[in-house]
C-alpha cells in the first residue's frame, strides 16, 4: 500500500471512529447494555465514559485533516483502546455477568486499536 492510500484509508478510519466516539457509544449502552454497559448500572460512570470518549472523538475528527501530524493522538488512542480493552477483558473474566462484553465494547476497541495502528504513517514516513 502506499503511503497515499494509507493516508487516505487513515483519514477515512480517523472521521468513522471520531463519529462513533462522539455519537454511537450511547445509542450502544441504550440498545445492547450486556455488550456496552456495566452492572450495576452506573450512570455516573456512563457520563464519563461518554465525556471522555466524545472528546477523543472530536480530536480524531480535527486530526484527521492531516493525520501525519498527528501521529501521537492516533497512538494514544491505539494504546489506550487496547489498555481500555485489556482491562474490560481481565474484569469480564473475573464477573461472569459481564462476558458479553468481550464481543461489544472489548471486541470494537481492539478492532480501532489495530485498524488506526496499521493505518498509521510510519515515522519515516510524517
Do not use: C
Not at 27 to 51: A, D
Request: glycine residues 8%.
Amino acid at each position: 500500500m502506499t503511503n497515499d492510500t494509507r493516508i487516505k484509508y487513515l483519514r477515512f478510519a480517523m472521521v468513522l471512529v471520531g463519529l462513533i466516539f462522539i455519537f454511537g457509544i450511547y445509542p450502544l449502552m441504550q440498545m445492547w447494555p450486556s455488550g456496552w454497559r456495566w452492572n450495576p448500572n452506573q450512570s455516573e460512570y456512563e457520563q464519563m465514559i461518554l465525556g471522555i470518549y466524545a472528546t477523543l472523538g472530536i480530536f480524531l475528527l480535527i486530526g484527521s485533516r492531516h493525520p501525519e501530524r498527528n501521529r501521537s493522538l492516533i497512538g494514544f488512542t491505539v494504546w489506550s483502546s487496547v489498555v481500555h480493552a485489556g482491562i474490560m477483558a481481565y474484569q469480564s473474566f473475573a464477573e461472569p455477568m459481564e462476558r458479553g462484553h468481550l464481543v461489544g465494547d472489548v471486541a470494537a476497541l481492539l478492532i480501532v486499536a489495530i485498524l488506526l495502528g496499521l493505518l498509521m504513517p510510519r515515522a519515516a514516513e510524517a
